[in-house]
């Protein structure tokens, strides 16, 4: 019989927690504050949880300048990615309809609904 509580619990990580984790340290003191504690809790904590991203996540780290784009692809290596499914696209929908997430913010809606659907038990995101 598998014993469950041997488990680590499931972090889904989502884009800004990669960014802050690899950038350079900001001069906006607020914004650096947050990589410090990304960094920190990445180091210390990266054993007792399982972190995982979605195809979503990998596809938002891959834009922008190929040097830093490389950076928080490296981070990513080795975590595993979750593919979206039909409830969670339903779900992001629903969350834009419900205006529980602006219209327009279609990538975090589908965050919020991968994770809930893939059943993780924690979603990490860092409020800039």
């Known amino acids: 019989m598998r014993n469950y509580s041997d ?3 499931r972090v889904y990580v ?3 927690v990669i960014s802050y984790l690899v950038a350079l340290l900001s001069a906006n003191p607020r914004i650096a504050a947050w990589q410090r504690a990304t ?3 990445w180091q210390e904590y990266a054993e007792r949880f399982e972190f995982v991203v979605s195809r979503v996540v990998v596809n938002e ?3 922008g300048n190929p040097t830093e784009a490389g950076k928080r692809l490296a981070a990513l290596a ?3 990615v979750l593919e979206k499914s039909p409830a ?3 779900l992001s929908q629903k969350l834009r309809d419900a205006r529980a997430v602006p219209p327009n913010l279609e990538a975090d ?3 919020i609904a991968i994770s809930l659907s893939a059943r993780r038990q924690h979603l990490w995101r860092n409020l800039p």
Do not use: C, M, N, Y
Request: charged share 30%.
């Open 88 to 90: 969670a696209d339903d």
């Open 7 to 9: 488990r680590k619990p």
């Open 39 to 41: 960094q920190r809790f």
């Open 61 to 63: 780290v891959s834009a």
């Open 14 to 16: 989502e884009t800004t």
């Open 78 to 80: 080795g975590l595993p």
């Open 109 to 111: 809606a589908a965050h």
